[in-house]
């Protein structure tokens, strides 16, 4: 069995993102305890989670980076991660029967909808980062790697589709995306606060692969 670093709560501020490395949440019993807000300048709950874009010192409705949390637990909707292939298949953020597939409270599908566009189209520059996290136990979290939309082996039509589906209120539609995990382990925070800026691809800190 695999031995995994962790990381305890009081140091998680500034540490950079291992992969397969556990940051471990406080010890109270509220949202203060939460790691990943700790870890990235996102919100502290959903499976769906944004960094906006900082300019002349506000933040603007663009994407730096995003946060994509799994817990593993929806059994209808479970997200599937291929350490083999390298190859992470979420589903997105639409569970509500009647409501419109993109119109959804954090965004997931409208934002899923706007990279897979961007990758047909080849505007990979204008693509934000997606940082994948799972549940560990508790409060505790594990980061699986940096990912972008797509895999090599598909279209990018082919790796975004929208599904139906069927709930006691009602029909309606999801998104399930594939992603591929890139052979980058361990982001350096500094990269981070280049994405907030807005130079993030000519960052030096910006992993090669990635680029």
Known sequence: MMTLNKIPFKEVNGAGLFVDTVY???????????????????????GFRKCM????????????????????????WRDELDRTLGRFIYWGDNRKAGNPLTKT?????????????????????????????QKYCGRDVMFSGLA????????????LVSVWAQNKDGRYQNYK???????VPYIDTRWLTDLEHGCGYQSKYAPKVWK
């Open 24 to 46: 471990e949440g406080g010890s109270d019993k509220n949202i203060s305890s939460e790691v990943i807000s700790k870890l990235l300048h996102v919100g502290n709950s959903g």
């Open 53 to 76: 874009k900082v300019e002349g010192g506000k933040r603007t409705k663009a994407a730096a980076y995003v946060c994509i949390y799994t817990t593993g637990e929806e059994l209808e």
């Open 105 to 133: 409270k954090f965004g997931g599908n409208d934002f899923l909808q706007d990279i897979f566009s961007k990758l047909a189209l080849g505007l990979r520059k204008q693509i934000a980062p997606v940082f994948v996290f």
């Open 148 to 159: 972008v939309p797509g895999d090599c082996r598909m279209s990018p039509q082919d790796a």
């Open 177 to 183: 995306s594939i992603f591929t995990i890139l052979d």
